[in-house]
């Protein structure tokens, strides 16, 4: 009786080892499919970040190669002005012409801004080279730039207009 009761506590003590591994086997169960939603939400937030630095750095791309056409334009504009001013310079000593009354009337006719320098210099120059004064060149360009107002072509600006106007074809 004694190997019985022995043989009936181990299987009692089987029993409850067996019912304590199938719990400890669920819970684990139940631990890994958590982790595993979490891998999940993990991945996918993970998705959202790609997506998101992508889109960054494509806005920043962009911005960047914004920036360098705006650097590259002032640039341009800057050698355009330059040596538009360095050719009127040399034009007003060829004419006899002074920069000073040069500049005045630069400023007269542009003092809304309309023309691009470099255009304006252009115009003057050509003029003067066709033996304008630089009084008559005021007031020519201060018509044609009135003309070119309402009546220049539509792939000119105005200040296109007014220089075409006064090269030689």
Do not use: P
Request: aromatic content about 4%.
């Amino acid at each position: 009786m004694a190997k019985e009761t022995q043989i009936g506590q181990l299987v009692i003590d089987l029993k409850i080892k067996t019912e304590a591994l199938e719990k400890g086997l669920e819970t684990a169960k139940k631990k890994l499919q958590e982790i595993e939603e979490q891998n999940k939400q993990t991945q996918f937030s993970n998705n959202e970040l790609d997506a998101s630095f992508i889109a960054m750095s494509a806005s920043i791309i962009l911005s960047l190669t914004k920036i360098t056409s705006a650097i590259n334009n002032g640039v341009t504009k800057y050698n355009d002005y330059i040596n538009s001013m360095n050719a009127l310079q040399k034009t007003a000593k060829a004419t006899d012409n002074s920069m000073t009354d040069i500049k005045a009337t630069i400023e007269d006719v542009n003092k809304f801004k309309l023309m691009d320098e470099s255009d304006l210099n252009a115009s003057i120059k050509n003029l003067l080279l066709y033996g304008y004064t630089v009084e008559e060149v005021a007031n020519i360009l201060k018509v044609l730039q009135d003309a070119a107002v309402g009546n220049r072509q539509a792939n000119y600006s105005l200040s296109e207009a007014v220089r075409v106007t006064t090269e030689r074809n």
